[in-house]
């Protein structure tokens, strides 16, 4: 595995105990399909919360949080009707999240939640 993806996995995980901790419930990680890719999908009584996870090691390229662009919050948004679809799940509530995870060199770690990303 590289460098890049194992990053990327443990931030994941960060933000799935994050998600837990909040009293979410985790449903899928990593789904794909022809449109892309949904990081996490959890659930929150009766809110599902397609959530996108951007893990950084340094703030060379700004802060995790600001790369989930306009047009990555509206894939997502397409990503999470396919997820429904494919799962045959209805959702009264559908959620967009973004985390920022920042693991910086001395090995302190940061977290960045942004629920309801528009």
């Known amino acids: 595995m590289k460098a890049k993806d194992a990053l990327g996995a443990w931030g994941e995980t960060l933000a799935c105990d994050h998600l837990t901790a909040l009293g979410c419930m985790i449903v899928d990680r990593n789904w794909r399909c022809e449109l892309g890719e949904i990081d996490i999908v959890a659930r ?42 494919a799962h045959a799940i209805h959702a009264p509530f559908i959620r967009i999240d973004a985390i920022g995870i920042l693991r910086r060199p001395d090995g302190t770690t940061s977290l960045r939640h942004i629920t309801g990303v528009e």
């Open 44 to 85: 929150h009584e009766s809110t599902l919360i397609v959530c996108e996870v951007k893990t950084r090691s340094s703030l060379r390229h700004g802060e995790p949080i600001e790369a989930v662009s306009d047009r990555k919050v509206r894939r997502l948004r397409r990503l999470a009707l396919c997820w429904l679809d």
